[in-house]
């Protein structure tokens, strides 16, 4: 049923890109035929991935893979290594302190402002609290040679991306934390959904832009891939799910694994007095609890931005917020 | 020819327009400097101690909401200003109520949405500032620019010669605040005009 309800999003945004593409065609013919062509290639594609992820063949039964300590203790024993070579302004003593921060802090890993890093940051904090070992050696064998795998997802990011990494600014403590800047930056090079065609490749100030962007296909794929997980999403881009009960529904789903939602950012945090008529979802959130206080009140406790935050809504707003539920269950 | 003229003009109303904006904002600064200065010296004080961000979440002030931030997690609390809930969340979290009741009058007065303590970084060091914003009723409502964002810095900044905010001393790059560029009013405030508040 849910892998139904998903085709049949996947239908509309096809045909909604198809149709938008038509016109385009007008006065962009080249363009247009190029981008139908692009798209109907990874929509295939995106197809026969999802479908290939039902068999689960491949997961072992235990997510917890190595602890806080043995990080920590790795860090301690690891010889710090000269400047990168490939990672250009990335300093070598920041990037081991980032690193120790990822071991030892991972609820303060912080996406940045006035980017579209949300969804990265919302699944990296699988790798930081169930594989954190594993998560620092990979991030320093991307470091020193420039591409590495992680769960057997090979990131080789270009010359853009590796002269960029250390050099965002304005983001709030990302500044700080060239570790993170280029974590975000490969992700979004390695990963594409169809959010990113109309600009596929990097350029300076990239990471506020389409380039950057999630939409909720690309976040389950990369949270499947990255993190070996099981998972099962409800909603699309641009219709909410059909749920009867979110509150029921996402409270259980909380308690057998991780569930992060997306939705509709402007509702969350208010930026302006007008509303808009189309609503959209733009941000990713892990849930970390949901309590009900009463028929009109709702907690949410969620992480994001670097910290851990409880918020009160209504019923209402919650059904109006959330545009997609991902659970990826505790056992592999 | 015709084409030629309406360009020039066109460019004149819209330069006339925004520079018009500027001064009404600067001055709107210098009009209302010391109940401006003093909110944000007040909201500083009690930051300082507990630290909080509040907002306003409509026009008509019928709902505002309050982020009290904590070692370990932030509360986000929405409330009717005309019910006791604020006032008994404000006790329950230990604050002076009076004194925050008071600051939260003086902001609709002067129709504050926004307020927060906003994290910057120069060399490696984190610095912060006090982010301000108003609902600007000179602005009109039809414009998309309705907010008047103040930023107030600890310490002197450097603006070029076009008073826009740089990020250090003798650079040429423009520091962006939330994605914006600002604007100066003097060596410590800068102000840009935004169609969102936060």
């Given at each position: 049923m849910v892998f139904l309800i998903y085709s049949k999003a996947k239908f509309f945004i096809l045909v909604v890109y198809l149709a938008g593409t038509i016109f385009a065609a007008y006065s962009k013919m080249k363009q247009a035929t190029s981008h139908i062509l692009i798209f109907l290639l990874l929509f295939l594609t995106g197809l026969s991935t999802a479908s290939a992820k039902?068999?689960?063949?491949?997961?072992?039964?235990?997510?917890?893979?190595?602890?806080q300590s043995q990080a920590k203790a790795w860090l301690d024993s690891v010889q710090r290594t000269d400047s990168s070579r490939y990672w250009i302004n990335v300093h070598p003593d920041v990037f081991f302190d980032n690193l120790r921060g990822f071991a030892t802090s991972?609820?303060?890993?912080y996406e940045g402002?006035?980017?579209?890093f949300c969804a990265y940051s919302a699944l990296t904090y699988l790798p930081l609290k169930n594989d954190p070992l594993g998560f620092c050696q990979f991030m320093l064998k991307l470091y020193q040679e420039g591409r590495a795998s992680y769960n057997d997802v090979k990131f080789k990011p270009g010359k853009g991306i590796l002269a960029e990494a250390g050099l965002l600014k304005y983001k709030g403590a990302l500044d700080l934390n060239p570790a993170a800047q280029m974590w975000f930056l490969c992700l979004a090079d390695r990963f594409k959904g169809y959010l990113n065609f109309v600009n596929l490749n990097f350029d300076?100030?990239?990471?506020?832009?389409?380039?950057a962007s999630t939409n909720f296909s690309k976040f389950n794929r990369m949270l499947r891939k990255v993190c070996r997980l099981k998972v099962r999403a409800r909603g699309t881009d641009l219709i909410r799910p059909w749920i009867k009960d979110p509150y029921s529904h996402i409270a259980e789903r909380l308690q057998r694994g991780t569930v992060f939602l997306y939705l509709n950012n402007k509702l969350l945090y208010?930026?302006?007095h007008t509303s808009s008529r189309f609503s959209i979802p733009t941000h990713y959130i892990l849930l970390l609890d949901i309590q009900k206080v009463d028929d009109t009140k709702i907690n949410i406790i969620y992480w994001d931005y670097g910290i851990k935050s409880l918020q009160q809504i209504s019923p209402k707003l919650l059904r109006k917020a959330v545009f997609g539920i991902t659970y990826a269950p505790n056992v592999k | 020819m015709k084409n030629y003229l309406l360009h020039i003009i066109s460019a004149s109303i819209i330069l006339a327009s925004c520079s018009s904006s500027r001064e009404l904002t600067a001055d709107y600064y210098r009009q209302n400097e010391a109940i401006l200065v003093s909110i944000k010296d007040r909201y500083k004080k009690i930051h300082r101690e507990k630290p909080f961000s509040f907002e306003v979440r409509d026009k008509n002030y019928d709902e505002v909401g309050i982020e009290i931030i904590t070692d370990s997690i932030r509360y986000i609390y929405h409330f009717?200003?005309?019910?006791n809930n604020l006032a008994d969340t404000l006790q329950a979290f230990q604050y002076n109520v009076a004194e925050m009741l008071t600051l939260f009058a003086d902001m609709k007065q002067m129709r504050c949405t926004w307020i927060t303590n906003l994290d910057y970084h120069e060399r490696g060091q984190a610095k912060f500032m006090v982010f301000l914003s108003l609902r600007h009723n000179?602005?009109?409502?039809?414009?998309?620019?309705k907010y008047f964002t103040v930023a107030f810095f600890d310490q002197p900044q450097f603006f070029d010669n076009k008073g826009r905010l740089l990020?250090?001393?003798?650079?040429?790059t423009i520091r962006k605040i939330n994605g914006q560029v600002f604007y100066k009013i003097n060596n410590r405030a800068c102000f840009t005009l935004s169609g969102t508040f936060r």
């Open positions: 039902n068999n689960y063949g491949y997961f072992t039964d235990s997510i917890q893979t190595s602890t991972p609820l303060k890993f402002r006035t980017n579209n300076k100030g990239d990471e506020n832009t389409l380039w208010r930026k302006k | 009717n200003p005309g019910e000179k602005l009109g409502s039809k414009r998309k620019e990020d250090k001393e003798k650079s040429r």
